[in-house]
């Protein structure tokens, strides 16, 4: 979140509006390049599903004004921490950082190293108690490389990260999130990646019994020291999709 203040320049609106009228940047490094498959090239426009399962449909994010906002305010809703005075002000304030951070994401990434992906609805209204409206989760998935990661992939040079899940809670426990997961798989071997990365507090339980559901293994944990500065000791989990 932190390199998204430069955005406070502006205002999240006149940022909208830039982004969706310029191509992202593809700046690559060449000696970055990794030997991948010609699908690690394929892209996932917005509105064709990665997976559909259990009534719902997992796809990229269309970069636009308004479903940008949708994603903010759901991660902004999933990881606000309430306060005791001033609640609305400070949200709205962290909605706006959240929104500028993805910002950010969009405009610096090339299209096969960072992709925003949305789960919604899509059963027939008759099925449903009532009408699913706007988007129930979304998932952040970017290629990387960090050495403490890569210690554990045995013979890989990048991975696929997958951070900012987040689940509207009045749509919780109605396999979100499960399907969430299987669309990071599936855009995994899209883009060729054999292993895909992801970190949880120690203490999220909850999180890391659906992770494990999922098919991810704990490989690392935090050093306890870590809580000396006054940071939640998180676990590393890795799946792997070599045989």
């Known amino acids: 979140m932190a390199a998204a203040t430069r955005f406070f320049f502006h205002s999240p609106g006149d940022l909208l509006c830039q982004i969706c009228n310029e191509p992202s940047q593809q700046r690559r490094n060449p000696r970055l390049r990794t030997k991948r498959s010609k699908a690690a090239h394929l892209s996932v426009a917005g509105g064709e599903y990665l997976v559909e399962e259990f009534g719902w449909g997992v796809r990229r994010m269309t970069v636009s004004g308004d479903e940008m906002r949708k994603v903010a305010d759901v991660q902004a809703e999933a990881f606000h921490v309430p306060v005791s005075f001033f609640n609305d002000v400070f949200f709205e304030f962290f909605r706006a950082e959240v929104l500028s951070a993805l910002i950010y994401r969009i405009r610096n990434s090339p299209s096969d190293r960072y992709?925003?992906?949305?789960?919604?609805?899509?059963?027939?209204?008759?099925?449903?108690?009532?009408?699913?409206?706007?988007?129930?989760?979304?998932?952040?998935?970017?290629?990387?490389?960090?050495?403490?990661?890569?210690?554990?992939?045995?013979?890989?040079?990048?991975?696929?990260?997958?951070?900012?899940?987040?689940?509207?809670?009045?749509?919780?426990?109605?396999?979100?999130?499960?399907?969430?997961?299987?669309?990071?798989?599936?855009?995994?071997?899209?883009?060729?990646?054999?292993?895909?990365?992801?970190?949880?507090?120690?203490?999220?339980?909850?999180?890391?019994?659906?992770?494990?559901?999922?098919?991810?293994?704990?490989?690392?944990?935090?050093?306890?020291?870590?809580?000396?500065?006054?940071?939640?000791?998180?676990?590393?989990?890795?799946?792997?999709?070599?045989?």
Do not use: N
């Not at 992709?115 to 099925?127: F, Q």
């Not at 306890?224 to 500065?229: E, Q, R």
């Open 115 to 243: 992709a925003c992906l949305v789960a919604e609805s899509i059963r027939a209204p008759k099925l449903l108690p009532e009408i699913v409206e706007g988007l129930a989760g979304v998932v952040d998935c970017t290629v990387q490389r960090d050495e403490d990661v890569l210690r554990h992939l045995q013979g890989a040079e990048e991975y696929l990260y997958v951070s900012g899940i987040a689940v509207r809670s009045k749509f919780r426990r109605q396999k979100v999130g499960t399907v969430l997961l299987k669309a990071c798989d599936a855009l995994s071997q899209l883009w060729g990646h054999d292993y895909i990365a992801l970190r949880a507090y120690e203490d999220d339980l909850v999180a890391q019994k659906l992770y494990s559901k999922a098919g991810f293994k704990i490989v690392s944990i935090d050093p306890h020291w870590i809580t000396w500065i006054g940071k939640k000791k998180r676990i590393l989990m890795i799946k792997s999709f070599v045989l």
